[in-house]
């Protein structure tokens, strides 16, 4: 008998904590639309800094768009508004409002002494909605060329060797998907895309620590393409690997896939002698 008023007792405790709850998010809401009820717009600037000053952002956000055009004609008082509008939607992981609203300020305000902050900060909202590599990366193009128009205009910057490491991890995540991109054309049979691709690949990032593997593989690529060729073709495309593989050597002497690359030359001469002897062999 005891537990049963014991669990009785609890579950009023907690029928309490959920009322208490409810009249607090109730008392929360009424509370904001009583500020935005409000005429006293000074009241209400007050209201949304100290909401912002609490990260309640969205309140904040709510409260400041109301403001507006009240404050319209004060221009500093509207900048700092607007600026911290702007950091409403940032701080709450709207990264895509955000860019536009840090390129609105910089259009409502070009004079502003916060222009290289928020020049940077619109750059960092494309490269906060950069995907993982195997996804469209329109947004990590958009990070990198922002952030280079930010060095090229703001050269005394201190935030330039951080804008550079970003357009680095941006132009290594596209290597990345470039590369995946053309692996699997290699792994699909499709051979002369995956050449192509791998060519493309290298000439984008010639100086990448991997260009000795992408040329490998554009060797790779070409072989397999040569072999899979009807007979009249061959030649012709063993040629365009040994061509390959001479570039390899010019470009990479130092590398450790040099000896591969001298196999792929052999096994293509080697080829090609063999494709002369029988169109001898076979000539009347």
Partial sequence: MKSVWIIIFLATLA???SSKNAT???????SLARILKSHDYEYKRRMAEQFYVTKKYIKAQQVYEDIFPYFKTDRAVFEDIYYKYA?????????????NLFKSFMETFPSSKKSEEID????FSFYKQSPKPELDQTQTIKAIGTMQ???NTHPGSPRIPEANKIIDECRAKMEVKDFKSALLYFDMGQFRAAGVAFTSLLNSFPESQKADEYKLLVIKSYYKYAGLSIEEKQ???YEQVITECNEFSDQFPESKLKGEAEDYLKLSTNNIK???NEQIKTTP
Avoid: H, P, T
Avoid at 87 to 99: F, H, Q, R, S, T
């Fill in 15 to 17: 029928g309490c904590g």
């Fill in 235 to 237: 030649v012709e495309r």
């Fill in 120 to 123: 940077y900060m619109r750059a």
């Fill in 149 to 151: 128009v930010f060095i």
């Fill in 274 to 276: 063999k494709l002369s």
């Fill in 24 to 30: 607090q998010r109730n008392s929360g809401k009424k």
């Fill in 87 to 99: 950091y409403c939607a940032y701080n709450m992981g709207d990264y895509m409002n955000a860019e």
